[in-house]
């Protein structure tokens, strides 16, 4: 087998709320679910810390983190791409 296979990685889409970290940015990710008993839709988030090379994400953009291995204690995440920059007013 001479081919190489790629693990399938998780990704998620979120925005970048802290860049003032080196090398790290801490992603905020949300979710919608439905609650069981009422059905009533509430947005659940959780935080990840990602790893980004040379600064290329900033505060506010939109970027898509995908699973890699441990970095450091809390750090298993890298950003892929930069789907879209923040405005600026």
């Known amino acids: ?9 998780r990704a998620l889409v979120g925005r970048v709320v802290s860049d003032k970290m080196q090398n790290t940015v801490t992603v905020l990710v949300e979710r919608r679910v439905k609650h069981e008993l009422y059905g009533k839709v509430i947005t ?10 040379d600064g290329g994400a900033a505060a506010g953009d939109l970027v898509e983190i995908e699973e890699c291995r441990p970095i450091s204690k ?7 791409k930069v789907l879209e920059k923040a405005r600026v007013i």
């Open 1 to 9: 087998m001479t081919e190489q296979i790629e693990k399938v990685r």
């Open 74 to 80: 809390t750090k298993s995440w890298r950003v892929a």
């Open 44 to 53: 659940r988030s959780a935080k990840y810390h990602a790893h980004v090379e």
